[in-house]
């Protein structure tokens, strides 16, 4: 064989198909010389292995890093030839994945965000994001975008990188959406009747971030009552009778609330409020013996109270007796029927009743059977010693009663 300068006649790659990162990969230079030629790599055209006798590169366990194009070139003392270039591209799973948000600064309501994911993968990655393990959405996008981000957007996110080869989860990246106080609500301690001398709190809360600080206003005074998310009065008046209002306010706004009216009760002491009972006692207590006495009273009127089937004529004939009584045949007397006395305190002079029946005397005697009589009751206040010595000086003055049965009872 001819001396002569090597000929190259091309690089060529082991295995043939995908090149997997990790894997055992070898080029070849392929070519002739005489005298033997040395080889040297490159990789964009830069020299990637020193001069050597062999013409194959050989990686062990390529790496990604290890893409790209490379050649050779055959040198011996004739000369020297370049082959032609020969691509590398190494597959891999997803190496890293990176979640961003843009802005970087503050994140405040109603403001347009966007979340980034990036991630080193051969083939290119496919994207999922998360926010707190709850999927929002799949796409081969590495974005996911609020145009009007709210205080519900606020939380944790990342993304899933995912290709043929593996997957990788990225960073955590938190998102906290700043706004203004949402309106406030106002609470009072006690809830029940206020008192006048006892104590009272009013509580402002308000949705805020970051938190709203507090101001206590009184309705149609401009000078605050107080700061702070309580407002105690203590020792309580009627001067403090009115519509109160807090005002909640952060860098990103204010916001107040509604009135809230605070009405304060007059006090009773403990001394007056012993007295009310008391009296309200005493009181059932009279109405009691009131409604006894008054029950008993009745009971004994009705049976001290004649019958209503007869007429009971009633006259005095003390002073000046009807002249028919004193005309009065003596044989006629023993008709007459007298009634019972009886004798009250309240009544100084007795009361005697003189039945006479209506009708013949023959008449009288066959109904004397149905005769009915009355029962008169007086009332004296002297005892009945004396009224036994009045009746003798006053024997001359007496009340008659004349009961006449009615026909047909």
Known sequence: MEADAPKVHSVSVSPSGDIMEGSSVTLTCSGEANPAATYTWYK??????????EPQLVFSSIQSSDSGKYYC???????????????????????????????SGEIVEGTSVTLTCSSDANPAAKYTWYKEHQTLIQTPEAIYHFTSISLNDSGIYYCKSKNEYGEINSTFVHIDVLYGPKPPSVSVSPSAEIVEGSSVTLTCSSDAKPAANYTWYKENEDSPKASGQMFTITDIRAE??????????????????????????????????????????????????????????????????????????????????????????????????????SFSKSQEDPLYSNIGLAGSKNEEEEEEDSVEYTVVNVKSVSSSSELRSREAVEDSCVLYSTVTKKPGV
Do not use: W
């Not at 964009?44 to 006798?53: L, M």
């Open 73 to 103: 070139k055959a040198e011996n003392e004739l000369g020297r030839r370049t082959a032609g270039y020969i691509s590398i591209k190494v597959k891999y799973r997803p190496k890293t994945s990176i979640a961003s948000v843009s802005p």
């Open 240 to 341: 403090h009778s009115g519509n109160y209002y807090c005002e909640a306010q952060n860098r990103r706004g204010r916001h107040n609330s509604t009135l809230h009216p605070i009405v304060v009760a007059s006090s009773i002491g403990a001394g007056s409020i012993t007295s009310i009972f008391l009296v309200i006692i005493l009181a059932v207590i009279l109405l009691s013996a009131f409604l006894f006495i008054r029950r008993k009273k009745s009971l004994k009127q009705t049976t001290e109270r004649p019958d209503n089937k007869a007429q009971l004529n009633m006259r005095s004939v003390c002073d000046n007796p009807p002249a028919a009584a004193q005309r009065k045949p003596a044989e006629e007397q023993d008709d007459v029927y007298y009634a019972s006395v």
């Open 44 to 53: 964009e055209n830069v020299n990637f292995k020193s001069p050597s006798k």
